[in-house]
């Protein structure tokens, strides 16, 4: 499901931006052609570490611009991450979208169906469930409180423990304190 494999992973997310075909959507999470961990027999594509490098230097002309890199991570891990970070372990969508702008400044200015996917992830992934719990909000709203399930728990330690050099590298890159990146994936 984190892992981006050939199949459609169950939180995948549907398509939800303007982008025309052939487009790239910035709200989106990237395509699962390319996975986050490396083959099994731990060696990544040539094509993989080339890839990598093209993305570092759109990344530095991005932030030379005052622009931020989009972080090189699906949604899953996104949620995840915000959600493992919280000290109640569980959050509502609004304050995952919070940590999610907070840490990785690409979503302060990207449109917002990036905020469809999220809440797309949470509803049809297995890795996210609603708790019980209500959170009242200003004007007496009051929202719902989304946790990790115990296999959502296991699936994102593994994939943080497994993501490869090059990508961590990207990661903090597009992050607005870098040097939280290794308390937040638990490494």
Request: some cysteine; aromatic content about 10%; charged content about 25%.
């Amino acid at each position: 499901e984190y892992m981006g494999t050939p199949q459609v992973p169950s939180c995948s997310p549907a398509r939800f931006g303007n982008a025309r075909p052939g487009e790239e959507d910035p709200g989106r999470a990237p395509e699962a052609k390319s996975t986050l961990l490396p083959n099994e027999d731990s060696q990544r594509p040539p094509h993989a570490c080339q890839n990598a490098r093209g993305i570092q230097s759109r990344s530095r002309k991005l932030r030379a611009q005052g622009g931020w890199p989009r972080p090189p991570l699906n949604y899953c891990i996104l949620i995840s991450l915000a959600l493992s970070s919280s000290v109640e372990s569980s959050l509502t969508v609004q304050e995952i979208y919070k940590f999610t702008r907070h840490h990785f400044p690409f979503f302060r200015t990207a449109p917002e169906g990036w905020k469809n996917t999220v809440r797309h992830n949470l509803c049809f992934s297995s890795s996210f469930e609603k708790t019980t719990d209500f959170v009242c909000l200003e004007g007496n709203r009051k929202s719902r409180l989304w946790k990790l399930t115990t296999e959502g728990r296991r699936k994102f330690q593994e994939e943080a423990q497994a993501l490869p050099e090059d990508m961590m590298a990207l990661v903090y890159q597009s992050m607005d304190k870098p040097e939280l990146m290794r308390s937040l994936f638990g490494l």
